[in-house]
Structures are given as structure tokens and as C-alpha cells.
């Protein structure tokens, strides 16, 4: 069984559902393998699960390669600092910020390993894992003018939900079982 699989196995029976759509959500569908694993490998570094997130990228790069890897963790990292810019901005709803020039570097986007469509597909993955609205319509956009379809845009969106449903449930299956109030007001001597 590989770390994957492993991985899996270990989600939670209070997450079974999850358990069993991470099986769903990476077979078949409208996304190729690539496609496919860089969504899932994007949305696991945008998760912050270490375990999950050195699985998924050990199986992404078997079934897809590590260019594919190399830009799902980049489209992570531009999406990390993008996604917090452009959500204040939305977020303020000002009109003075949005004539203020970003300032921030974005080469990756325009000079992908793979192809600018698949990048796209992994940026707007971790844009709505990350919650931001501007971003997720704009990858949205830039992602059907390539050439997707919604079916593509649905598939990825539910690979990266699953994921970082994953991660949840894992981390709550690793924390420590909290002490109740009641006892803890005991001890102190409330």
C-alpha cells in the first residue's frame, strides 16, 4: 500500500465519507491524471497537512511527474499571497485600493512547467480553498477561455474541498482530546 493509500486508511471512521470521496474525486472524470494530480497536490500544500500533504504530493508525482508537482507547489505559494491581497481588496470594497498597482510578483503564472491552462485550473483550486471570490472568478474565466469546460472547473473544485476536508479530519483525529470545562474550573479552584 503507498503513503497514499496509507494516508487514506487512516482518515477517521467520523470522516468516512471523506475517506471514501478522496477515492472518488481522483479517479475518472472530465481531468486528465495531470490535471487531475496538480489540483490534488495544490490543494494539499494549501491545506497545511504535513502528512497529507507529502502523500499526496508522492502520488502526484508518480502518476504526473514533478513538473506537474514543481507548479502545483507554486501555484500554492502565488495563490497563498494573491488570495490575501485580493480578498482585502474585496473585502474593503474601496475603490482607492484597487487603483494601487498589486506591486507583487507573479512570473510563475505566465511561465508554467507544464501549460498555462492546468496552472490556472490549480490556481483557482486553492483559490477557493483559500476563499477568495476576485480570484476564484478570475481563474474561472481565464481557465474556460483556455478552453475548459465547467466539468473541468466542477472536478477540480471538488478534488480540492475533498482535500482540505481531509486534512480537517485528520487534524482533528491527531489533536489531543480537550479537557471539559467543568474539570478545569475544579482544578483552578473557581
Known sequence: MDAFEQLRASVPDTAKDIRLNLQAVLRGGSLSDSQRWGVAAAAAV???????????LAAASAAAGPAVVDDAKAAASLMAMNNVYYRFRHMVGKPIYGEKPAGLRMNRLMQPATNRADFEL??????????????????EKTVTESGLTADHVNDAVRIAATIYAAAVALESAEAPASRPLLAEASVSGA
Open 46 to 56: 494549501a491545506a497545511r497537512h504535513p502528512r497529507l500533504r507529502e502523500a499526496v
Open 122 to 139: 490549480m490556481s483557482l483550486a486553492v483559490s477557493a480553498i483559500n476563499g477568495c471570490e476576485m480570484c476564484v472568478r478570475a481563474h
